[in-house]
T-cell receptor, first 111, second 115 residues
Framework: AQRVTQPEKLLSVFKGAPVELKCNYS??????LFWYVQYSRQRLQLLLR??SRESIKGFTADLNKGETSFHLKKPFAQEEDSAMYYC?????????????FGQGTILTVHP | KAGVTQTPRYLIKTRGQQVTLSCSPISGHRSVSWYQQTPGQGLQFLFE???????NKGNFPGRFSGRQFSNSRSEMNVSTLELGDSALYLC??????????????FGPGTRLTVT
């Protein structure tokens, strides 16, 4: 079975502070991990995927297979980063059309 | 390219009725997945269709069904509606071609309220 855990429902930081949103997963094979973001009154959109190893809007995430984690980080948070963030896992193979989501973390960046 | 579109955006139904929701994927995307989003359960996978075949299914009762047409458009149907079916239903499409990742692109959702 595949499972994604985001331990923090709420996370508050001040503008300019570093931010880390935690994500741990459980999967027996080689998963593909994603971070999705949902800004207020907007649709869910892809932020990062682990295979591309890219930085989007200053966010990065590294897949740690030993710790089964895929934490999202940004060195200097901005007010426009305030949103709901979801970590998601795709199992690959025949189940790659199924995403398993964590419960989400609401990030609030205060001025 | 135009994004994923879903119709209708809002629906109000009565317990016991049935409902059909529609999703048009991004042009060229052949995989369509459906999710239910509620405050209590979060985002839960319903099913995924690829080339008109259901390829993956989540843990939902048989009242929830779907189909995909030859142009990749998809519909989901919920029969004998219950109050607990009130939710935001999201559709997502994916290219899933050679060299593509498995990322999915989401529509705005259909807000279903069952009274």
């Amino acid at each position: 079975a595949q499972r994604v855990t985001q331990p923090e429902k709420l996370l508050s930081v001040f503008k300019g502070a570093p931010v880390e949103l935690k994500c741990n997963y459980s999967y027996s094979g080689s998963p593909e991990l994603f971070w999705y973001v949902q800004y207020s009154r907007q649709r869910l959109q892809l932020l990062l995927r682990h295979i591309s190893r890219e930085s989007i809007k200053g966010f990065t995430a590294d897949l740690n297979k030993g710790e089964t984690s895929f934490h999202l980080k940004k060195p200097f948070a901005q007010e426009e980063d305030s949103a709901m963030y979801y970590c998601a896992l795709s199992g690959g193979g025949t189940s790659y059309g199924k995403l398993t989501f964590g419960q989400g973390t609401i990030l609030t960046v205060h001025p | 390219k135009a994004g994923v579109t879903q119709t209708p955006r809002y629906l109000i139904k009565t317990r016991g009725q049935q409902v059909t929701l529609s999703c048009s994927p991004i042009s060229g995307h052949r995989s369509v997945s459906w999710y239910q989003q509620t405050p209590g359960q979060g985002l839960q996978f319903l099913f995924e269709y690829f080339s008109e075949t259901q390829r993956n299914k989540g843990n939902f009762p048989g009242r929830f069904s779907g189909r995909q047409f030859s142009n990749s458009r998809s519909e989901m149907n919920v029969s004998t509606l219950e109050l607990g079916d009130s939710a935001l239903y999201l559709c997502a499409s994916s290219p899933l071609g050679v060299g593509s990742s498995y990322e999915q692109y989401f529509g705005p959702g259909t807000r279903l309220t069952v009274t």
